[in-house]
């Protein structure tokens, strides 16, 4: 990398490192290879740790850098297109559905769910905790939220614990009509639950992505994804699951 | 905020300070209303600054606080949902466009957009900033590829600059019959530009939304937008400009 000496620019310091980083990244570095410590890349740059330490955390925001236990800091790879936007609409579990189920409790929801249900604050729903893999990595996970109303034949079927009973439960869901959906996409930081399966440490930087199921004039079922944000781009609209591999943002610093 | 001395707990020290805080602005604090200082909060929790310091970044991150200069760490509004995609597919500056044109220059696009655009390295494309506001609040900043092979005929045209070119040349863009488009919402950091537009710092963290509008079997025209993310969540699907208030991962923590 050299041992340029940062000149003094009107821009902070960590904004000049990232860009000389981003440069050495393109040049000299290839996918999966560790960077070299903190303290080297600082003396070679000729910053302190801490203006350092910024500009990887920029890096590791726009997805450049992965920060590894016991493995340290390594060039990512492009992120993964995933496709969270389709123009058809479908119910969870229904052909092509790119989520596995995992479990399943019955249980109060948190208070903003029960009220983008509109179910009372005590009244249990059914909860399926569901994974996304892509390329063999697990890249989301997901809490489905149904009120019993919106499953009323299930408490009659002797359904199983565990996947199969998510099944059936699904099997249900799909016996309404599925009016619409919409979804909102926003940041947030991964819960403790959510952090192990997606092998991140608690708090990471991720995509939350919310939907509401409507049938029966109102919100049947509500989905809250969360996405790795390092290793994830949501695509919306005509082409679906196709990737977009160019970075326009990433080039465009 | 009491004086709750921590216990002992398997999860991150900073995690679970988090939630205690959370429980503490819910209860006890109000919109906009300014945190005491960290040492302060530090002492009153009985954790390190470098502990506090973490679970600040979390909450900053979830959208429930905000930092800002010269005036402390404030508590936050809740997110305003911006829709990001419409089912009817539109040309930029078509009826209802809601961005603003600020300004429009001719250059060498970066290598990443020029891929995407399918034009050659060296070809000027036009490059639109605009800007889009909620609520008298700038929310968005966009750059806007337009290669010189999508309005043939602007260049016979006497266009002025400024805003008047851009309307010049989005109405060259809409001659074109569009056939499609797709978007891509990603993490990324502000540039030193987008930053100063939306108020934030440089590498602030924001949600990168890259559109790509198709016509004539190939990518027109490639809108790269940076939206805000700590007030921002963005909506997509059948409600389009509905705003989903509550937002369920945050008491879902």
Redesign the interface.
């Known amino acids: 990398m050299g041992t340029t000496q940062l000149e003094s620019v009107p ?2 310091k ?2 000049h490192l ?1 860009t000389v980083l981003t440069e050495a990244l393109d040049s000299e570095f290839s996918v999966g290879e560790i960077l070299p410590n903190e303290r080297d890349l600082a003396a070679r740059f000729g910053v302190a740790r801490a203006t350092l330490r ?1 500009a990887l ?2 890096l590791e ?3 450049r850098l992965q920060r590894r236990r016991g493995v340290g800091t390594t060039v990512a790879p492009p ?1 993964v ?1 995933v496709a969270v ?1 389709t123009e058809q609409h479908a119910w969870p579990g229904a052909p092509g559905d790119a989520w596995q189920a995992v479990d399943c409790t019955t249980a109060a929801p ?4 029960a ?2 249900l509109e179910t009372g604050r005590d009244e249990p729903v059914h909860i399926v905790r569901r994974t996304r893999m892509t390329h063999g990595q697990s890249v989301a996970a997901e ?1 489905l ?1 149904i009120p019993e109303s919106s499953v009323p034949e299930l408490s009659a079927i002797d359904a199983p614990a565990g996947p199969a009973r998510v099944r059936a439960l699904l099997r249900e869901l799909q016996r309404m009509e599925l009016e ?10 991964a ?2 639950d959510d952090a192990k399966e997606l092998d991140r ?3 990471a ?1 991720v ?2 992505v ?1 939907t ?1 199921y ?1 049938a029966e004039g109102r919100t049947a079922a ?1 989905s ?1 994804a ?1 996405y790795r ?2 290793t ?8 679906g699951g ?1 990737e ?1 591999h ?8």
Do not use: H, N
Not at 180 to 189: H, I
């Open positions: 821009e902070p960590y904004w990232k910024q955390e920029q925001l726009e997805g992120r297109g936007g948190p208070a903003a769910v009220g983008a809490l939220y619409g959906q919409d979804s909102a996409v926003e940041l947030g930081s819960r403790a440490l608690p708090g930087p995509l939350v919310t509401r409507f509500l809250v969360t944000a390092d994830c781009r949501l695509t919306f609209g005509d082409s196709v977009i160019q970075d326009p943002q990433r080039r465009a610093s």
